[in-house]
């Protein structure tokens, strides 16, 4: 059955680009419908290196726009979501005779600091490596580095945290709905859905179409919206190892490598050191998308070459890879295909328009929602002005360095939480964790348990909150306890989520 209802503007894809235009178009005022094929995050957005940073590599292809913008977003994404972005130090060690000299380091660090509204975090400065403790774990040869401010971010989260907050301005949000054919009537669309799990089709109507499916941007084109020969995004995959921690301290490294590209090593869940990414081209699904044997070699032997202990195969506890959907201008390497965004809106006079959401970063998420609310109000009409700057995302109303505060009145107010634990739901639900646990006065309050610290009354927040449906979406997006967490107990969770 054809819905009666109208809405302004159908958003196709769940990552952080659909989700954060979602949320901006509905805080306006629009009515807005958003269809995702899998789980929010599922694709690209849950896949990335997690950094909320200006992309210190982008200066040296001239990309001062992008990098001024994600500069200047970083401390604004830190106070809308201080429970899951916060800053992070960088130690770049520096080798005599290396890639780049001296000079352009300190000058690509001097931009970093002064060209993007660097009011709270820290400035760049040398540290002796000698002395300072960020040279313990590595190679001696390394004497000298930089240390310079950027953010992190939990990306999953902050995709979803998007989702809930558009909801609660009234969008309505599907997961497990593909996008399977949009068409033109009658001057607006015709959106067919199909539902994941039970294979339903419904029709929608809306005055907008927003293809932000990432990736799989030219397939909608051509799949669901029936055009031929697509090609606007190249598909370039990075893959990330996980390994047992390499090191304690809390900065994270930038290293460069020989062959020019650049290396993170992050300190991941307290437990781990997350190290990528690779750059390459990928042809296929992206949703096939697998870390290949040589990216494994390639990511131990590289961080080998900094660490006095090696990186080997044995260490690694978790691999990940996605597929950036970057806007193909023709570069030859996939390390210089540009990382800004470009938008399109197409349709004629009188039809209905569809704006396209090429590239894009997690950083820059925030000011694409805008300009994508610039040009949907071009087309069908303004509503509202733009708000996210100074907006807070669930949660995440407390001071940028409130959270050993929240982390203490949670432990006040639930004395028989762990210490980790209570840090570990203010880090994921800031100020609902709270609400999350509701009356609970005991951990048996908490309900059935999953393994590592997952209780019942986690699971059923994020199924009833956060769209979760299975063990993979709580485990791997929700939360990252699939790191602590066996086969076993999965499958115990996933039996309890399907008969819930
Ligand atoms: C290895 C790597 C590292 C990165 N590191 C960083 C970083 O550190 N910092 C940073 O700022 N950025 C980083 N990025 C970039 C960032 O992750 C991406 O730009 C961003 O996540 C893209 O989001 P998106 O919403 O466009 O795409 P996606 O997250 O892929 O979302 C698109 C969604 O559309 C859905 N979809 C597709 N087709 C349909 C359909 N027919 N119907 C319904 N739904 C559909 C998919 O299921 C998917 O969930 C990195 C990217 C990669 C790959």
Not at 92 to 107: C, H, V
Not at 452 to 480: G, I, N, P, Q
């Amino acid at each position: 059955m054809q819905g009666d209802v109208i809405h302004d503007i159908f958003v196709i894809g769940g990552g952080i680009n659909g989700c954060g235009i979602a949320r901006d178009a509905a805080g306006r005022g629009y009515s807005v419908v958003l269809a995702e094929m899998k789980d929010f995050a599922s694709g690209t957005s849950s896949a990335s290196t997690k950094l909320i940073h200006g992309g210190l590599r982008y200066l040296e292809h001239y990309e001062f726009r992008l990098v001024r913008e994600a500069l200047m977003e970083r401390e604004v994404l830190w106070a809308m979501a201080p429970h899951v972005i916060w800053p992070m130090r960088f130690v770049l060690p520096f080798q005599k005779g290396g890639l780049r000299p001296a000079w352009l380091i300190r000058l690509g660090l001097f931009l970093y600091d002064y060209i993007g509204g660097r009011k709270l975090l820290p400035a760049t400065r040398t540290l002796d490596l000698a002395k300072d403790p960020a040279g313990r774990p590595l190679k001696t040869l390394f004497r000298k580095a930089f240390e310079y401010s950027d953010g992190w971010v939990d990306d999953a989260r902050l995709v979803v945290l998007n989702a809930r907050d558009a909801a609660d301005r009234g969008a309505d949000i599907r997961t497990a709905t593909a996008v399977v054919n949009a068409r033109r009537e009658n001057g607006h669309w015709v959106v067919e859905t199909e539902n994941a799990e039970t294979g339903a089709r419904e029709t929608m109507q809306a005055r907008m179409l927003v293809n932000a499916a990432g990736p799989w941007v030219d397939r909608v084109l051509s799949s669901a919206v029936g055009r031929n020969d697509v090609h606007n995004v190249r598909l370039v995959q990075g893959s990330h190892i996980v390994v047992k921690k390499k090191f304690s301290d809390p900065r994270a490294y930038f290293f460069q490598n020989p062959d020019g590209r650049i290396m993170f090593a992050i300190p991941y869940q307290e437990e781990f050191t997350l190290i990528g990414t690779t750059d390459r081209d990928y042809q296929g699904d992206p949703r096939d998308v697998r870390i290949a044997d040589e990216e494994i070699d390639y990511l131990c032997a590289s961080a080998s070459e900094y660490f006095a202990e090696p990186v080997v195969r044995d260490d690694i506890v978790w691999t990940y890879s996605g597929v950036r959907p970057l806007f193909d201008d023709g570069a030859n390497k996939a390390q210089e295909a540009t990382r800004d965004y470009v938008l399109k809106v197409e349709g004629a006079d009188g039809q209905a328009p569809l704006l396209n959401i090429f590239g894009g970063k997690l950083t820059t998420y925030r000011r694409l929602a805008e300009a994508a609310l610039d040009k949907i109000g071009e087309a069908i009409g303004v509503k509202g002005a733009r708000w996210t700057a100074h907006s807070r995302l669930p949660g995440g109303d407390f001071n940028v360095d409130g959270f050993e505060a929240e982390v203490k009145t949670l432990s006040a107010r639930f004395p028989f939480l762990q210490p980790a634990h209570a840090r570990r739901l203010v880090r994921l639900y800031g100020t609902r964790a709270s609400a999350l646990l509701g009356d609970a006065r005991t951990t048996e309050d908490m309900g059935r348990h999953f393994g590592s610290d997952l209780y019942e009354a986690e699971v059923r927040w994020l199924m009833r909150e956060e769209w979760a449906r299975h063990a993979e979406d709580v485990l791997w997006r929700r939360t990252k306890r699939g790191l602590h967490i066996s086969a076993a107990e999965a499958a115990v969770l996933e039996d309890y989520m399907q008969g819930r």
